[in-house]
């Protein structure tokens, strides 16, 4: 498989936990979360006084979800304007409309991130060791200053990955993660769910079938709903509750009662309608080009309310044909609006993709726009609008930003990722990156 192709697919399933289909050996890499295996340490074992095997259990199940009709697309397909044609035509902003929060000397990146409604955010944060290992801490950004909250093993098993955290406020939080039984190879990993809670960690190991042999790219977790392969669950203030009826394929976005999912096939979108589910069909995103059929992938979904969202992605063409390796990458990313009745596209540029997007809180909605995965901007649209935003940092140094967050109730925005002086401004791991925290001000 080609570089470019690998770029691409790693950019949307990043951001959107879809699956795909299985992927050649060289292409089956890790994320940095995943190579995790941290070992017991006495700080560990304080944390965790409560045996997790006393803990063991199968989910309890929720109310089963109503069913209701597809909505067909209105239009059956987007125009597509030539591939040198450019929609969005984004424009420097005159000035950055965010704040540099903090540069974190101990940690080399912040891979994910959520906030609360109380402004507590919760980060996954990882530092390289060696030269083949990396370590995963749990962090806490409050009051302006770092803590940290060190993951202990789960009984005999050690944390194997941590795929998606969500915070409900200073005092509470969840990671979603996998086990490993210690010096093992090859083994099944179970999930767990961790809760932060009265200054200690609480895990249940789940023993669903469905939670088996999990990663990062089937994973996710928003405003009280998590997917973990084909398992659906709901907190209802007091417990994870497993969804009966049919579950949204991929990645919850949204908050409170507005929420919304993707399916997974970049063929359609689903929307909460408070008992259930309701799929709208997206039309067609592409046609052919480049002398190849067009490739859809989703990354986001940026809702406005329970009938208007943005859905977020890129359509990329002939991704498998190696004749195109030394060629820029042959994608273009696409916004997608639905009104409440109908879609209209937003084509822009070629050779540039879009990974991660979130609300500004005032109609309009930020995005992390990459150039060949080595460099990434974000573009804001507000008042039918594009401009592209520079985050402050360090005097000679760039930054790349890996996840988009809007904090609850709140008009304020948080980017993560991280800032570095070197030439490797991108989406990998380097000892010479430090993490980065920002909010729009």
Request: charged content about 25%; proline content about 7%; glycine content about 10%.
């Amino acid at each position: 498989m080609d570089a470019v192709k690998r770029s691409l697919v790693a950019i949307a399933l990043m951001a959107c936990g879809c699956s795909t289909t299985q992927q050649p050996a060289e292409q089956q890499k890790p994320t940095a979360s995943a190579q995790v295996k941290p070992k017991p340490t006495a700080a560990s074992r304080v944390l965790s006084p409560t045996p997790i095997h006393e803990k063991i259990r199968k989910l309890n199940s929720g109310p089963r979800l109503k069913t209701f009709p597809l909505i067909p697309a209105r239009p059956r397909a987007c125009a597509q304007p030539g591939l040198k044609t450019d929609q969005m035509r984004s424009v420097p902003a005159r000035q950055s409309g965010w704040k540099l929060l903090s540069v974190d000397q101990k940690i080399n990146d912040i891979m994910d991130v959520d906030v609360a409604a109380d402004g507590a955010v919760w980060a996954q944060t990882v530092r390289v060791v060696d030269d083949d290992n990396e370590k995963i801490d749990i962090r806490r950004w409050h009051k302006g200053r770092w803590s940290t909250f060190e993951r202990p093993p789960i009984g005999p098993d050690s944390v194997d990955a941590i795929y998606a955290i969500a915070a409900e406020s200073a005092r509470r939080t969840w990671v979603f993660g996998t086990t490993a039984p210690p010096g093992e190879d090859d083994v099944v990993s179970q999930m767990f769910i961790g809760t932060f809670e009265h200054g200690h960690w609480d895990d249940a190991v789940l023993t669903d079938e469905d939670t088996r042999e999990l990663d990062w790219s089937t994973v996710g977790v928003a405003s009280g709903w998590a997917k973990a392969g084909d398992l659906v669950l709901r907190w209802n203030g007091q417990a994870w509750l497993r969804q009966s009826g049919e579950p949204p394929g991929g990645q919850p976005f949204g908050q409170g009662h507005d929420m919304w999912a993707l399916d997974g096939t970049a063929r359609s979108v689903l929307r909460w309608q408070g008992t259930g589910w309701q799929q709208l069909k997206l039309p067609e995103l592409g046609t052919r080009a480049l002398d190849s059929v067009p490739e859809p992938w989703l990354t986001s979904v940026v809702p406005y309310g329970r009938d208007a969202a943005w859905v977020i992605g890129n359509v990329g063409w002939d991704m498998d044909n190696e004749e195109h390796d030394a060629e820029a990458i042959r994608a273009r990313p696409v916004a997608v609006r639905w009104n409440g009745s109908s879609w209209t596209c937003t084509w822009g540029p070629m050779h540039r993709t879009f990974r991660d997007a979130a609300p500004d809180g005032k109609g309009g909605l930020w995005v992390i726009a990459d150039q060949e995965y080595e460099t990434s901007e974000l573009w804001h649209l507000s008042g039918g609008r594009w401009t592209k935003e520079f985050l402050p940092a360090p005097a000679g140094q760039s930054f790349f930003v890996q996840k988009l967050i809007k904090r609850p109730g709140s008009d304020e925005v948080y980017a993560a990722g991280h800032v570095t002086g070197d030439d490797l401004v991108d989406g990998s791991l380097s000892e010479d990156h430090r993490g980065a925290l920002w909010r729009t001000n």
